[in-house]
């Protein structure tokens, strides 16, 4: 799905063997990856009963029990010989793309891998409570049986409950509720000298709570979280609607996607809305509205089990909208929450290439998606290199009034295609949070806004520019660095779990950093924890460098 347009004119580029590689890496994907994270998952699926059968059914006991490792050990530390404090959690087993740098440093690490556990379902409350390495699958497993689910559940299974809180999370629904951290309502963290804290919006660590996301571990360690739930249906109502026309007219129809109605008459805001532009004239705008059994099986309605392994892929799905026109199917609600899930959006494609061939889908189609964290042990540093300069996995999050300028400015630099938009709620803080809404965007509000939240939105880039295709001259890293450049010019901001260019001096005008650093210093994680820009850099050297041991420094 190329570009009906073209981007500049680059200089064309030799072939070289690490095309090769990449072209061909298939080869041992599909006969070793595949299976070994088609095992991984059913691991996942089935641990949790398993330990049920082996130690009974998880409660408050045995989290305070699976705490007190993590609080004994942090307290085993040794500052004056020991590293800064991190996660005990290998690099690879990491769904970010960027390499984990601050793991081949001096280090203290944690353990945090036996915090597996859904605690409790309040029904009454609408909350759930889990340990941070609780998969989304999980959570979706538990809650939507009971008519229920979380608020924002991001979209892909391997992604934990700690990563979307400490990182980030938005999917469909975060029109209507914010980013995956705006519905938490407590967290528990073990912070530096080994103490265990309740953080709320309104306790005594009020602040530490408003810290926490983002902040990616560099505050305390996160052992334990509640967020809110919704009532959901059984069957999500989803209708496909195409859009031809410039860019301006994409961002147009994509914007109205969301808008509050005007009048009774109309329909209310969709439960769910994402956008996929599939070049710069084409896109197909996809809303979802939580519908009953009872509806969706009414006659003449379309029911689509598009969870199925031989069904095709969810975006090529969507994109049969552009030559049918605007269509509307019913589908069963933890299908349409895992939708991008088989094929990890669309990079499967890159991965394995035949993956969307019926043939392939029918007889192997069940063995994907591919264990991210698999596919990064496939991957040398050459390997590494070569994605980072002649692929493109960015978010970019802006505020909704620039996605018309956010659009060409990507079309001219990365020309990349698909592309993901999100609508996202991010409210208004004021209190020097690391992002927060557009100073004074209340004197000029748009489609969305209210007083107390602003409309965003994330811009979604993961896949081989159209110049790496035409063996043209890109450069990842310096269009990354425009990227970055560019969002810091409009006060937007770019995810963490992309690999970021900027140093340390932009990061921070990017992000602002009172309410982090303040916290920091108050709860001791300063000389304790590793900076936020330290952990998520490519560089070795830091501030968890310079506030490292000096017998340490001497060694080095």
Known sequence: MGSAGSGRQRP????????????????????IVLPLSFFFYQYIQWRATVRRLIHG?????????AIKKVQDRIKSRRPKLDGMICTGRRPWLEVSMRHSEHKRSHRFEVDLSHLTDILWVDRERMLIKCEPMVCMSEVSAAVLPLG????VLPELDDLTVGGVINGYGV????????????????????????????????NEYSDLFHAVPWSHGSVGLLVGAEFRLTPVKEYMKVTYSPVTGTLDDIASHYLESYRLPQNDSEEKVPDFVETMIFNDTNAVITTGRY???EEATRKGNVINEIGWWYKPWFHTHVATALKR????EYVPAREYHHRHTRSLYWEGALIVPMGNHPLFRFFLGWLMPPKVSLLKLTMTNSLRNYYEQRHACQDMLIPS?????????????????PLWLCPHRLPKKRMGTMLDCEPEYEKDMQWGDTEEAQMWTDVGIWTVPLPVLRNEVWD???????????????????CLYAVVEQSEEEFWQMFDRTLYDAVRKKYGAEGNFMSVYYKISKSKKGQAYSSAPTSLKKLQ
């Open 476 to 494: 990842g890293v310096e269009a990354t660095k425009s990227m970055e450049k560019w969002l810091r010019d409009n006060g937007s901001y770019q």
């Open 291 to 293: 519908a009953s059994r």
């Open 171 to 202: 999917e469909g629904s975060s029109h209507l509720f914010g980013l995956f951290s705006d519905t938490c309502v407590a967290y528990e963290l073990v912070l530096a000298d080994g103490s265990l804290v309740r953080a709320t919006a309104d």
């Open 148 to 151: 229920m689910a979380p608020q």
């Open 57 to 65: 059914s998880p409660s408050e006991e045995t989290h305070r029990r």
């Open 325 to 328: 026109g605007k269509f509307i």
């Open 401 to 417: 009034r620039k996605v018309v300028d956010c659009l060409k400015f990507c079309h001219d630099n990365f020309e990349t295609y």
């Open 12 to 31: 064309k580029r030799p072939n070289s063997f690490a095309d090769f590689l990449v072209q061909f890496r298939w080869v041992l994907i599909v006969p």
